[in-house]
């Protein structure tokens, strides 16, 4: 394999991918993060048969607007592949536009999972970015990727916690000397975020949003606590009355929002306190030095590092470029295979 893997580097940009559930990014070797687009999939179904309408951005204005001849589907589910077929599709389509000469080049891939995807799952990853085109196709977890890209000593022997909060998942994992010494995955990220501001909207005002304007709401005004003020901004929003079935628009202050996000905050806070009792005590008291870091797009919460130092005492500082992080740090595990060598897994 030896030559030929070489030959096929000279031709092949190697590549690293955060196949999110919100955003795909694709790193390539000595070149940085050159694509971040939203993780949609568009398809036009005629006679049962699809093909692929729009993938990305064009995909993503789609959601929720589709006639019934036309299907905007996101191909990940927190975290991991939900439909297998579209996830090729885009991982495919994401290559070629990253790849502008694909006559010869396959490239190697990395590609980052979460630290609770089974073997079945980390499978149809990897098979799916073979099939999309890959020499080889390696898997990194993403809490190394995430505190790798946000510049932590990971390789040190001190204990380093990282947070890092995507569109499906919260990943909390506590790292030492390369590796994980505790991690746990829970199913709450971004999505889940959005799913509590639509719910809380159709409980306490009768009003039916859709995912868009759940996620408007959440980046313009979001925060995970409640505002000094008892109010804080407010933002017009639109929506279907569920009383009589006509749109109408309201008003919806920081505060409600505040409301509508408390379950999920308190959530990722849990995690982050079961993480720190099952830390072993040395370890603990490097976390206790350092802080935590976040990192994900979920970090970029309003106030979100403010309510974890409350609930655990412990500084904490959002990494600087939060939604490229897990990106940045498969693109290191790339550039620095042989140190990393240990974190990366190419045969399961």
Known sequence: MGIFDSLGSLFAADMAIDLGTANTLVYVKGRGVILSEPSVVAYHVKD??????????????????????????????EGVIADFDTAEEMIKHFIRKVHKRSTFSKPKIIVCVPHGATPVEKRAIRQSVLSAGARRAG?????????????MPITDPTGNMVVDIGGGTTEVAVLSLGDIVYARSVRVGGDRMDEAIISYLRRQQNLLVGESTAERIKTSIGTARMPDDGRGQSMQIRGRDLLNGVPKEIEISQAQVA???????????????????????????????????????????????????????LAVSIADESLNCVALGTGKALEYEKQLRHAIDYDS
Do not use: N, Y
């Open 48 to 77: 049962g048969v699809k093909k692929v309408l729009a993938v990305g951005e064009d995909a993503k204005l789609m959601l929720g607007r589709t006639p019934g001849s036309i299907e905007a589907i996101r191909p990940m589910r």
């Open 139 to 151: 898997l990194i977890a993403e809490p190394i990727a995430a505190a790798i890209g946000a510049g």
């Open 259 to 313: 409301e509508a996000l408390a379950e999920p905050v308190q959530q990722i806070c849990e995690a982050v306190m079961t993480a720190l009792e099952t830390t072993p005590p040395d370890l603990a008291a490097d976390i206790v030095d350092r802080g935590v870091m976040l990192t994900g797009g979920g970090a970029l919460l309003g106030d979100l590092d403010l309510a974890l130092r409350e609930q655990t005492g």
